[in-house]
């Protein structure tokens, strides 16, 4: 059973900044790819950023790419989204994902995390 918890989630005004984390345990935490996924109300489960198994891939949302940053830290089974120069459009419940390889799609990940709340204020 692999169990992934998030944390960072918070309130931020427009133009802010905030780091989401996420440890994932139960498993080799290596031999997953990771994913950020966010919903917002009324919305469907859209993707945010993906992480190869080593960390030497990456892949982002139009809408966030230049501003978001996803990272992993195998050593410490962990997977981190750094968020800059937030807008009130990525208000959402954020949930970490681990699947066997990197992709967009959320049907290609196996195991979520409960999610965090991000609210942007404008």
């Known amino acids: 059973q692999v169990q992934l918890v998030e944390s960072g989630g918070g309130f931020v005004q427009a133009g802010g900044s905030l780091r989401l984390s996420c440890v994932v345990s139960?498993?080799?935490?290596?031999?997953?790819?990771m994913g950020w996924f966010r919903q917002a109300p009324g919305k469907e489960r859209e993707f945010v950023a993906a992480l190869s198994r080593n960390g030497g891939s990456t892949s982002y949302a139009e809408s966030v790419k230049g501003r978001f940053t996803i990272s992993r830290d195998n050593a410490k089974n962990t997977v981190a989204l750094r968020m800059n120069s937030l807008k009130p459009e990525d208000t959402a419940v954020y949930y970490c994902a681990a699947g066997v390889v990197q992709s967009g799609l959320v049907r290609s990940y196996d195991y979520w995390g409960q999610g965090t709340q991000v609210t942007v204020s404008s």
């Open positions: 139960g498993r080799t935490f290596s031999s997953y790819a």
